[in-house]
């Protein structure tokens, strides 16, 4: 899909990988509404990008349906969504103090796994009014999965059952969207430089990135930004999980 021209929501667009993309999408003739916390910085991420922003918390489902719905309704349609909101926590299965909460389990599978259906459905809906362009083509979705998904670390139990929800329900969503010609795709980084991360000293990130084949460095926002767009304006990326990870694999611990 041309990206100029087309309506964009970014899900987590105040910062790191998804303001990145937010950037990216401006930069190519994109007009971009940003969802992100209150707190977040996303008013001013978005002025910058003469866009709009609609505070959000992806946990509140219907709060996020009202917020995408105002944010469509602005920019007259939407075409294009990128969604990086996301979480974990450190708990293992079982640890000195019993096993796993299960309502912490839930939160985490809420604010990845099930923020991110929840938006994607409601964003293909929109999508569906889309007359289709040259391609048939009427929306991309590009959710953020993690490689955490395939090789999670002691303690992310939670987390990588979430990440692996969203790998998993790429190929059964575009499968589901075909017919409308609405693509999906999902992006599973190592570990970038973004919020918390982006202060790590060199000497406290290299370990971390160890084991990575090559670059041997944490990931930059540029850089899944730039595999975004590459998803949007590639019409046969559909379907599939695309690891973003220097050729890292995760050891336990």
């Known amino acids: 899909m041309n990206i100029s021209g087309k309506a964009a929501v970014v899900v987590g667009g105040a910062s790191g990988m998804a303001k990145a993309t937010a950037e990216m999408l401006v930069r190519e003739g994109a007009q971009v509404s940003i969802l992100d916390l209150p707190t977040s910085k996303g008013a001013a991420v978005a002025e910058s990008l003469q866009g709009s922003f609609f505070p959000c918390d992806v946990t509140d489902f219907e709060g996020t349906e009202t ?30 103090k019993g096993p796993h909460p299960l309502d912490d389990f839930r939160r985490v599978i809420d ?12 964003a293909a809906a929109r999508m569906s009014q889309n007359d289709p362009d040259e391609n048939d083509e009427r929306g991309v979705i590009v959710n953020t999965a993690s490689i955490a998904a395939f090789e999670g670390q002691i303690g992310q139990v939670a987390y990588t059952a979430a990440k692996a929800g969203i790998a998993g329900m790429s190929l059964t969503m575009a499968r589901d969207l ?24 060199e000497e406290m990130a290299t370990p971390l990135t160890k084991d990575a084949a090559f670059p041997k460095r944490m990931g930059h926002p540029e850089e899944y930004a730039r595999l975004a767009q ?24």
């Open 230 to 253: 590459a998803i949007y304006e590639t019409p046969m990326l559909n379907g599939g999980t695309i690891r973003l990870d220097g050729g890292q694999r995760f050891a336990p611990k």
């Open 178 to 201: 075909g017919s409308l010609g609405i693509r999906v795709m999902a992006i599973a980084p190592s570990l970038f430089s973004t919020g918390l991360t982006a202060g790590i000293p």
């Open 111 to 122: 604010l990845n796994l099930v923020s991110t259906f929840n938006i994607a459905r409601l």
């Open 67 to 96: 917020a995408l719905a105002s944010a469509c309704d602005e920019l007259g349609a939407l075409h294009l969504v990128c969604n990086t909101a996301g979480g974990g926590i450190g708990m293992r299965t079982l640890s000195k």
